[in-house]
């Protein structure tokens, strides 16, 4: 499989790419920080500031917690949280859509083949045209 | 400004993004792989390892260095790669493309403003309904 992941930046802020996305959908996926943490092995203080940062870039909180604080309590992603995480899944995937061709391509030069399970037949080192048109 | 940009994972490959790129890019621009290191004010050594792993993604070298050695002569992108750097641009125009409204409504719930160069006027905390559509 080939993969095509985006990142925004914004003059100023933090930028916004795939490991926030995933935290925020592990967030509304496991209903905690800590679970959605642990699922993306780093540490409670990490995902904490992570989400933070994305708070800081979009003005107002994107997760709510519930009662029994921060740590104890569930939590859930506010509107505004779902409303960043669809927006960047959406731009993924019109990424992906717009470079249907460029990407076969591109992953064919690199050896993949997007065609069938089998390995491809052409030797590791040999120089591949698939990159070079 | 808004930026957007990609990067490409491969089965069992290392990806291909935006230092990748801009290295390739600097390589071509300034004929040395030493030169385009310290234009990215990294080590000679970070440079190399970077493009030994480009090379082994795409299976052929995507640099040639001219008699001298490989620290005391030029360097150019072999026809390989300035192809994987021209499709990886062409990428990113396609992506940045497909997502221009997407985009747009992204930053302006990151509180930029595409429009003029005036600071916009909502407050930073006050939830955006740009990013909530």
Redesign the interface.
């Known amino acids: ?11 100023g ?1 933090e930028g ?1 790419g ?1 490991g926030k996305a995933r935290l925020l959908e592990l967030v509304a996926v496991k209903g905690s920080i800590r679970r959605a943490a642990a699922a993306m092995e780093m540490s409670y203080r990490q995902a904490w500031l992570l989400l933070a940062a994305v708070e800081r ?4 909180p994107v997760i709510t917690t519930a009662t029994g604080g921060t740590k104890g309590g569930g939590a859930k992603l506010t ?2 949280g779902e ?2 995480l669809a ?2 899944r ?2 993924e995937r ?2 992906l ?3 249907a061709t ?2 076969s ?3 064919k ?4 083949d997007l065609s069938r399970k089998s390995a491809p037949k052409r030797t ?5 045209p698939g ?3």
């Open positions: 499989m080939v993969h095509l992941t985006i990142r925004v930046d914004f003059d802020k916004f795939p870039t979009f003005g107002a509107e505004l409303a960043v927006r960047y959406r731009m019109n990424a859509q717009a470079n460029e990407i391509a591109f992953a030069g690199a050896g993949q590791r080192r040999r120089l591949s990159a070079g048109s």
